[in-house]
């Protein structure tokens, strides 16, 4: 199953990038149904790796979340489909929450950015969006946003989009 939800870094706000990719992190850390941790725990109950058959990620232009699950049962397949609408509609995004993901999230930028292919990388991603609407808008955002990132931009940005 998979819920694609149309919005990534091109539709962040000025002085946000990342944004969208600190919420799709956030959808893990709970929702009104399932709080804290407990999406996953259900999941991973009926056989779902958390990484393998759990997992998302967010683009330019999207955010995509993907639960790989069995399809034995109609009670497993609806459980998916209600974590779906969960992330959908439901999303707590705790202050706590936000505090504790900012580390996940900036250790994800430091393995993807801060190495050489990822600056060469980088270099590269700008001359080949050099006079696009791409340029500057890498979807892993920018330490500084990541680093002051509040529950009040996560919630405008899941209530907006």
């Known amino acids: 199953l998979r819920m694609v939800v149309q919005a990534g870094s091109l539709n962040e706000e000025p002085g946000t990038g990342g944004v969208a990719h600190f919420l799709e992190h956030m959808m893990f850390n709970g929702t009104e149904r399932f709080p804290g941790n407990d999406i996953v725990q259900v999941l991973e109950g009926f056989g779902s790796g958390f990484g393998p058959d759990v997992n998302a990620y967010t683009s330019y232009e999207e955010t995509v979340y993907e639960l790989q699950v069995p399809t034995r049962s109609s009670e497993t397949v609806q459980l998916a489909l209600d974590v779906l609408f969960q992330w959908a509609t439901a999303a707590t995004i705790a202050t706590d929450d936000v505090i504790a993901e900012r580390g996940?999230?900036?250790?994800?930028?430091?393995?993807?950015?801060?190495?050489?292919?990822?600056?060469i990388g980088g270099q590269v991603r700008d001359v080949l969006f050099s006079?696009?609407?791409?340029?500057?808008?890498?979807?892993?955002?920018?330490?500084?946003v990541i680093d002051s990132m509040t529950d009040v931009e996560l919630r405008a940005f899941y209530e907006r989009w």
């Open 104 to 119: 996940v999230v900036r250790e994800e930028y430091r393995r993807v950015v801060e190495p050489l292919s990822g600056r």
């Open 131 to 144: 006079g696009s609407v791409y340029l500057g808008r890498a979807p892993i955002g920018t330490a500084g």
